[in-house]
């Protein structure tokens, strides 16, 4: 398809299971963020990828969070031993280049009872 | 440290009256973007703006960038039911060449 793509669109697990969330980005796209979305709460930041250079994972809240991205397409995010307070929307985000618009998924409900 | 700050948090407004949300930031912004989240949906691109001091209008919506490039504005005149959602500005912090979210301004209109 033309846009953003994230699967799976909802998850439930239980705790201390670990997730797999997958992106795919519009083709050619550089950029790619993964954002946290608690509800009725703003967007918090996780890692950003650009281009070849070194992932910016400063928004990970924790070593049970991991992402991964090949290239310039597909990206995972992975967490681990899953909490409750994991539980929130996961948006995916990419971008032509580093300064261009943002293109958001639809994004991945977790939730982890 | 929080590089970007939005304010107000919530506006509650009756149909037909005017709102405004803030950006500001610590540091000069390369360009800033404005979002528009409807509620259940995903954050929709809405305008960018690069230069000092521009001001760019959608219809009822007018954007503008400080001439310092540190703050910014979304102006919407005569709001209707259909402005309802979280409006995001986002800039592009000077050497890190990465998008900061503000928190976001949540809008409610009344008919």
């Known amino acids: 398809g033309a846009g953003v793509s994230q699967s799976p669109s909802n998850k439930v697990t239980e705790k201390g299971k670990d997730v797999e969330l997958r992106c795919d980005p519009i083709?050619?796209?550089?950029?790619l963020y993964w954002y946290r979305q608690r509800l009725g709460q703003g967007l918090e930041f996780l890692i950003y990828?650009?281009?070849?250079?070194?992932?910016?994972k400063s928004g990970l809240p924790s070593d049970r969070f991991s992402a991964e991205r090949t290239g310039e397409s597909v990206s995972t995010l992975t967490i681990q031993r899953t909490q409750q307070e994991d539980s929130a929307v996961y948006l995916c985000?990419?971008?032509?280049?580093?300064?261009?618009?943002?293109?958001f998924g639809e994004g991945s409900r977790l939730t982890v009872l | 440290g929080q590089q970007v700050m939005q304010i107000p948090q919530y506006q509650h407004v009756q149909e037909g009256e005017d709102f405004t949300t803030y950006c500001n930031s610590s540091?000069?912004?390369?360009?800033i973007q404005w979002y528009k989240q409807r509620p259940g949906g995903h954050p929709v691109f809405l305008i960018q703006?690069?230069?000092?001091?521009e001001v760019k209008k959608q219809k009822r919506l007018t954007f503008q960038f400080g001439e310092a490039k540190k703050n910014s504005s979304l102006h919407i005149t005569a709001t209707q039911t259909t402005d309802v959602g979280t409006y995001f500005c986002?800039?592009?912090?000077?050497?890190?060449?990465?998008?900061?979210f503000g928190s976001g301004t949540k809008l409610n209109v009344k008919p």
């Open positions: 985000a990419s971008s032509p280049d580093y300064t261009g618009e943002l293109f």
């Open positions: 083709s050619g796209h550089t950029a």
């Open positions: 990828f650009q281009g070849n250079s070194a992932p910016d």
């Open positions: 540091t000069t912004l390369s360009n």
């Open positions: 703006l690069v230069k000092s001091g």
């Open positions: 986002a800039g592009l912090v000077y050497n890190f060449n990465k998008f900061y």
